[in-house]
């Protein structure tokens, strides 16, 4: 990239971003946790981690047939909470795709931000579809790389969201001089196909994705 | 031998030169000269042997008979020959240098004859002008030129003291050298080449003015070593010599700086290479420039020194000077170790030249070279343009070198026209002149960032300054100079600016506000620049900046209090006192005041805990934390408290161990009266993190007072304790890790009824699970470290009950037992892995499978790394050793056992699935280490337990020993990876249940990802399953774990880059 079109942008420092990344979620009960260690050591209790029915001959191997994926919607109970897919989750995967022409990631340079993405999740997780949007604040309104940005972004979620999302990327409003235009080219699915048929583009993509933590 | 084998040992040798056998002809040759040195032979009876072969038409015949001669002059005693023999051997030897056959040979004889004592001075001229006349280098092979080489240092080795002496002889010496030298290629000739290039420019005098030869002479010798600057060599692959890159480029360097008449050509030539864009290249230049600077006479400097400061300025003032930090030292100590490819390397260089070179003049140039680079950067400073980092860069490190120029570049710097004008406000008195300019003196924040990062510099050099002076031992001239000086009179307005620049920019401005505080903190680092009052000044605006920053959301990471810490941490050990007084004070009462929000109360500690690095610090803390210690304190900030402090000690005992003796006499009964009067009920775990506490601090109180205390404490002497050995009572926790860290040599008395008693408890407790299992710890622990007598009875005893806690006491006892790799716990540990092969009751088999778990949990009692892992490889202050644990003991169970355990997964009769189980509980106890050399074994057994599909445990542990062996040996992994990925692809995608349990839990979807992760980043050539693992992987992104799906997102990423 010989010159670049913005050659003086604001960074925002990595630290102030916000991230679930590194965090440990868990709130865990300590005192609990605790007891629980110590009694696991108990041999009264030896029926916890015993097999049901006290086999005799070796264990019997995973067969693949069982996993059939209409098991899991027959029997969908609960043992473990969810996680939804939150804005957060969808930031922190989009934050640290590299700017094309600057070593910054997308969120350093604020073209990606934790206001601008709103999830929509259908009722029922196997019949409703979802929705992610999100809205890119290119750095300068003449910005010829948005559309670059805006690409890269939705192969990163392509890539690492569940096909019940239809991802939507669109221009923040008043930010870009050729906003409509922009976000055609963005929503388009053929457009989209073919770009990501033109190897070298997709090699500029792959660059912007190989930093994604 | 005799004089007569004479002509035989000249015949062999000959015959024998030249093959392989160099050892043979060594011989003859050994035998030859010994005859010769006992007088047997004479010179002349030798040469009339040699004759014929001497004189022989054969050239190779002729040769090796000069091969002889040169041979057995070799191994004769230098101070054999008389004057004669010498003069006619030269002779004879001077008129065959025709005979190129010879050449070799002759010129090897003759290096030979100069070492001879008797070698006469007037043989040096005859030597040198046949050389210098006859001998042409170009027509001989590099082998010959070496010899030549050799003659010519050999000639300087033995008669310098002649050479220095005779003028003429000198010059003919350095005539012949450069002869010799001109035009050589080959590696070794040249590193001779340097060598006597630099013999002869330290030890003869020039006269280039008055000796219009000694002028062509230095033209010359310098044209012979700068023409290879820069040299560059990649040694050949069997280089016999063993010469390297680094050897011809250093001999070169020094070649070139050993002479300081080369000044005339070498600074011009190499300021010229200098324009390279290679940095290897530029780096080699500048640190032949550095030895130059370093070496050559002060009046040729004087000369110089403006040529090479016009050079040098451009490589700071037009580079990007970045690297340069002004938190930093001025100059990376260790750029040496920087890689020559390096372009920063230069700039260090550079600044490491121009501060060597203003080193070395004198004072009347030195006055010159100050007002020259003062003159010369002044445009750049006065406006706060682009260039004035790498100008102060400039001026600073020049300024760290002297009193004297140090005072003078701060005044300069520091005037009204340059950044007097910012600092000062009797400088802005209204000024018509100055008014009109009014934009350049209002500074905007990019302009204050520079500024403050600018005046770092200069305090930088003040510290390096002074660290100069204070190690030329005269301690007057620190006195001296930190009383009065330059920056101190500007010491004022300096703090009143850095002060408003810190207090009044904007919130947002983290970056000026953190360089604000690094430089304040530096002036206080300073060595008597500041009073306790402009500490306290300092200390007072960074109390403010807190006061501010802690009311704002998430302040804990700020970068402002973040760099306030830092300094604090920094100047403790200085000015405790005033943190103290300052910073600590303002805290406690935030502190205070925070005692209903529980969040902020514990952010609050742990910047209090950030501070602390000392322990001076640490027992005040002590002293004004425990006034909060009462029984109405909250369990929770009860708890923060104690944890606080444990880590604090851990932190500050690794890094300076100090005891803590007072320690017991206050704090330690206070901790526990809180702790026993408490007004609600403790929960474990904070009479465990107590425990903790108090355990670590008797760790640290001296040896000598351990008994005392573990009376105390089974007396119930302190803080209120109860006596848990005759009523159940949950602190027997505690007891249990003072039992444990009082030093092994301390006297339990009366142990076995102790004993007695808890087993009473322990039959008492079965229905209450934890605290059973504390007292089977205290049993434990008793047995292990107070219990000196013979056990076996003891064991055969509990071995013979069947009731279920008649067994926990027994395995309890053995785990007592191994730990110290008592005889007896293994000989029982032994009967219960027999027992787990032949019982033929599958419940007994299930007990002892799950006991094994408890021989090797680490726990915190027979264990210090888990409170201490810092501390632990150092020897205690206190002299304490309060294990007795034997490092290697699970190692010695763990090979004990696995033969067994994996016999019995073998052998289908045997319940595998209940041994399978057995493993993965050890497994999940023992470190890598101990593991990995038995990777191999415990493969099978892995891979069986994965297509297990009924037990978390199994699965789980499998697949933590699979992520290790993949992580430690690829080649074990390698053949079942066919098998291996869809497997743990299945693990991690799918729903896996057992009735109504999912057994793939999320820590097992975890564990197979961050398997598969490993696998398909250390393995080559698994393309063929990318589109399938992609495939099955599209599950895993709608997992309900968001870490599941996040590893997922990983692991496709690697996939689509394969």
Known sequence: MSDPINANPTIIDVSNLPTRIGQDTKATNRNAELVERITSLSLLTPKVHHPSSPATTVPDLVSDVDMDSTEDELVDEDDEDEDAIDAQEIFDLISTISDPEHPLTLAQLAVVNLSDITVTLGQNKNTDISEVLIKITPTITHCSLAT??????????????????????????????????????LNDKERVAAACENDQLLSVILQMLSTCK | MSIHDVPTLINQFIASVGTADLETSQAHALQLSLLLASGELSLLQFIQNLGPSLTSDNDIIRSKSLNCLSATLEQLQKSKLSKQDINVLVDFLLNKFDDKICLQYVLITISLLVQFSNFLHENIDKVLLKVLQEYDPKKNLAKVRHEAFQILQQIYDHHNEYLVKSHNSSDLFVKTFIHLATGEKDPRNLLTSFGLNIT?????????????????????????????????????ANDPYKITADDLKLKLRACIASQTLFAKDSFSSLIEKLTSTNPTIRNDVLKTLLQCVENYSTETLEEYWLTIWNALKFEILHNDVSMFKSDSDLLYPAYDSIDDTDDTKCLILTLVIVQKLAQRLGDVQMDNFLQTIKGELKENLVKAKDKSKQSVLLLSSVASLSIHSFNLIVSFLFSIEIWGKYISNEYRAPNPATELDVSDETLNVSMQRDLVDNFGFVFTAYLELIARISTSSNTQYLEHFTMGNELSHCKDHLLIFLGQL???????????????????????????????????????????????????????????????????????????QLVIDNILANLLIHLESAQGDFDQFERLLNLIGKICVNHQFLEILSIRLSNKLNPGIETKLFQSIVELFIDLIVKIQATNQFLMNSWYKSFVPRILTTLTKLEVNPDEYLIDRCGDLVGLIIRFIEKSKHQAILDDFLQCKIGGLPNVFEQP???????????????????????????????????????????????????????????????????????????????????????????????????YLGKLIDDL??????????????????????????????????????????????????????????????????????????????????????????????????????????????????????????????????????????????????????????????????????????????????????????????????????????????????????????????
């Open chain 2, 837 to 1058: 092969t032949t019982s033929q009751d599958i419940e007994v088999k299930h007990v002892i499978s799950k006991s094994l778990t408890i021989l090797f949990i680490d726990l915190k009692i027979f264990d210090n790394t888990k409170t201490t892992s810092s501390i632990n490889a150092k020897k205690l202050i206190s002299k304490v050793t309060n294990l007795n644990v034997k490092l290697l003991y699970k190692q010695q169970v763990f090979e004990l056992i696995l033969p067994r355990l994996i016999e019995n997964c073998e052998s289908s009769e045997n319940h595998p699935e209940i041994s399978l189980n057995a493993l993965s509980l050890i497994i999940e106890n023992i470190s890598t280490k101990i593991l990995s050399s038995h990777l191999k074994e415990i493969l099978p057994l892995v891979l069986r337990g994965l297509a297990v599909k009924d037990s978390t445990t199994i699965i789980k542990s499998s697949l933590s020993t699979l992520k290790i062996t993949i992580e430690e040996s690829q080649s074990i992994i390698q053949p079942h990876l066919s098998t291996l990925i869809p497997s743990l692809l299945n693990w991690a995608t799918k729903v896996i249940r057992t009735g109504n349990v999912r057994i793939n839990s999320e820590e097992i979807r975890i564990l197979s990802l961050r398997c598969l992760i490993l696998i398909f980043t250390k393995f080559n050539g698994l393309e063929r399953y990318k589109a399938s693992a992609l495939n099955e992987l599209k599950g895993g992104l709608d997992d309900k774990k968001r870490a599941v799906r996040k590893l997922c997102c990983d692991l496709r990423q690697v996939l689509y880059e394969l």
């Open chain 2, 502 to 576: 810190l207090m009044t920019s904007s919130n947002l401005e983290k970056t000026l506000k953190s360089k604000t505080i690094q430089q304040l903190v530096k002036l206080i680092k300073i060595h008597q620049f500041l009073n306790d009052n402009e500490v306290n000044l300092i200390f007072g605006y960074f109390g403010d900046i807190i006061d501010s920053i802690i009311k704002t959301p998430f302040w804990e990471k700020d970068l402002v209090l973040g760099e306030i810490v830092t300094g604090l941490t920094q100047v403790m050990d200085t000015h405790e």
């Open chain 1, 148 to 185: 670059l940005i805006g690409l890269g972004i939705r192969v990163r979620l392509e890539r690492c969201l569940p096909a019940r999302f239809r991802i939507r990327i669109l221009i923040k409003e008043g930010t870009h001089q050729s906003e409509n235009q922009v976000n055609k080219q």
């Open chain 2, 729 to 827: 009572h949950q602190l027997v926790s505690l007891i249990n890790k003072i039992l444990a860290n009082v030093d092994k040599s301390v006297k339990f008395e009366q142990v076995e009824q102790a004993e007695e008693s808890v087993t009473k408890l322990i039959y008492s407790l079965q229905s209450d699970e934890f605290l059973r299992i504390q007292y089977l710890q205290t049993l434990s622990i008793l047995v292990n470290k107070f219990d000196t007598s013979d056990q076996s009875s003891k064991l055969e005893k509990y071995y013979g009950k069947k009731d279920f806690v008649s067994f926990e006491i027994l395995i309890w006892l053995i785990k007592a037992l191994i730990l110290r790799t008592d005889r007896v716990g293994i000989e």
């Open chain 2, 200 to 236: 002869i420019n330290s030890t003869f005098t020039f006269d280039p003015e008055g000796n219009d030869l000694h002028n062509s002479f230095m033209n010359d010798l310098f044209d012979v070593c700068f023409c290879y600057f820069p040299i560059s060599f990649t040694p050949p």
